[in-house]
């Protein structure tokens, strides 16, 4: 399984563990990552409140070069594939705006074909519907028997349905759950886990933003999860560098969840080292998660 590999910005930036994971566990799938080193940020729907067409602009340019490649594009950010899912909708619906962005991209010789589209797939999409659950069971050297585990989507990898490819795959709100119980784990649900995590309004409404997300892990501890497991980095930033500010919002005394990504869990899963999937870098300790495996 060959795929253009674009990590997004914040697994390279604030949480570049996340990015080194991901890189640690592809080739244990049997997955190749050709990485878009000169890729650009999607935007992560803030871009686009300002200007759609510069938006659309950015995500074309990364869509021309894994067309430029032939190969489908993989990322490992719930975020990206929400945006980069509204912006191939809107050039290959729109042909006025899809030749306006070529005339931009035309410039470092590049060209988006949004009439033959590119396929675009989350890492989580990827275990389930190319690699499958029943390969991933057979490739695991450390099944997470005993590991209580949460999952936590982000809002744009499940909505809207209508661009995010449930026609066909109506299970993909579930995907979560069955990739945590395929690792072993057993499986802890709670109301908040395919809600907004917070981030999207952290700069605006802090005070709301920290609520959101204690709301949701104080639900996840009240039902014994011991970690919390997101496709999202920016979810996994919300839920664990802000957990600490968030924990005066909390509903549950001494709050105190793991999040990790969901490379990271699979690399557990696959007898990964720790320490290589450098899940020592997070702000909540992740030595509850250890210590039950």
């Given amino acids: 399984m060959r795929y253009a590999f674009w990590p997004g910005c914040v697994s ?9 994971s991901m890189v640690r566990v592809a080739p244990e799938l049997g997955i190749e990552l050709v ?20 938006a659309d602009a950015l995500n074309a340019r990364n869509f021309a070069m894994a067309q430029r490649l032939g190969l489908p594009l993989i ?3 719930s975020t990206c594939q929400g945006v980069q899912s509204l912006a191939q909708q809107r050039l290959r619906k729109n042909a ?10 035309a410039d470092e010789g590049l060209q988006y074909d949004a009439e033959a589209g590119l396929e675009v797939k989350n ?5 389930v519907e190319d690699l499958g659950l029943e390969k991933l069971r057979s490739l695991l050297k450390k099944p997470l028997t005993g590991l209580k585990a949460g999952p936590f989507y982000g809002c744009y990898i499940l909505r809207p349905e209508s661009v995010l490819g449930y026609d066909e795959h109506p299970d993909r709100d579930h995907y979560l759950e069955q990739v945590i119980e395929a690792v072993g784990c057993t499986l802890v649900t709670y109301e908040g886990q395919d809600k907004c995590c917070g981030f999207p309004i952290m700069t605006i409404n802090k005070k709301n933003s920290l609520a959101m997300a204690a709301n949701h892990l104080s639900e996840a501890q009240s039902e014994g999860a011991d970690c919390l497991v997101t496709p999202c980095p920016l979810c996994h930033l919300n839920l664990d560098a802000q957990q600490p500010d968030a924990a005066k919002y909390a509903t549950v005394d001494g709050l105190e ?3 990790l990504h969901l490379p990271q869990l699979i690399g557990l899963a696959l007898g990964i080292d720790a320490k290589e999937l450098r899940v020592d870098r997070h702000v909540i300790s992740t030595r509850k998660v250890l210590s039950r495996l």
């Fill in 257 to 259: 969840v793991p999040i």
């Fill in 75 to 77: 990322n490992i950010c």
């Fill in 96 to 105: 006025k705006l899809a030749a306006q962005v070529n005339e931009t991209l």
């Fill in 123 to 127: 890492f989580l999409w990827v275990l």
């Fill in 35 to 54: 990485e878009l080193y000169d890729g650009n940020c999607t935007g992560a729907g803030v871009i686009s409140e300002h200007s759609m067409e510069t």
């Fill in 12 to 20: 390279k930036g604030a949480c570049p563990e996340l990015y080194t």
